[in-house]
Nanobody, 129 residues
Framework: QVQLVESGGGLVQPGGSLTLSCLAS????????VGWIRQRLGKDDEGVSC????????YYTDSVKGRFTISRDNAKNTVYLQMTSLKPEDTGVYYC??????????????????????WGKGTLVTVSS
């Protein structure tokens, strides 16, 4: 079965950290641009961190730059998102999506699930005291 499955979400206090995982099955993530996409209540889906799995190039939006780190382990067919210094406004459902778009396009002007090759169901991150 071809799918992306996210894990690692949860409840964390402001200033805390979480690491999310995106595991691909049924296909290989090699040569894909993969983005971590955030869904917040009442807002459009937004890319926050993106990576080209072929060479490891990364892109971050200003809202997470310096706090989030995206990485990949091609041997495990997995992309990670390490989140630190979390803020209440980081609360949302985080899902990963894979497609052919340039990193900046994927992160800054996310085209939506329908334009991506694969996407997962997401994992909930709640930042609250």
């Amino acid at each position: 079965q071809v799918q992306l499955v996210e894990s690692g979400g949860g409840l964390v206090q402001p200033g805390g950290s979480l690491t999310l995982s995106c595991l691909a099955s049924g296909f290989t993530l090699d040569d894909y641009r993969v983005g971590w996409i955030r869904q917040r209540l009442g807002k459009d889906d937004e890319g926050v961190s993106c990576i080209f799995t072929d060479d490891g190039r990364t892109y971050y939006t200003d809202s997470v730059k310096g706090r989030f780190t995206i990485s990949r382990d091609n041997a495990k067919n997995t992309v990670y998102l390490q989140m630190t210094s979390l803020k209440p406004e980081d609360t949302g459902v985080y899902y990963c999506a894979a497609g052919p778009y340039p990193l900046e396009r994927l992160c800054e002007r996310y085209p939506g699930k329908g334009a991506m090759d694969y996407w997962g169901k997401g994992t909930l991150v709640t930042v609250s005291s």
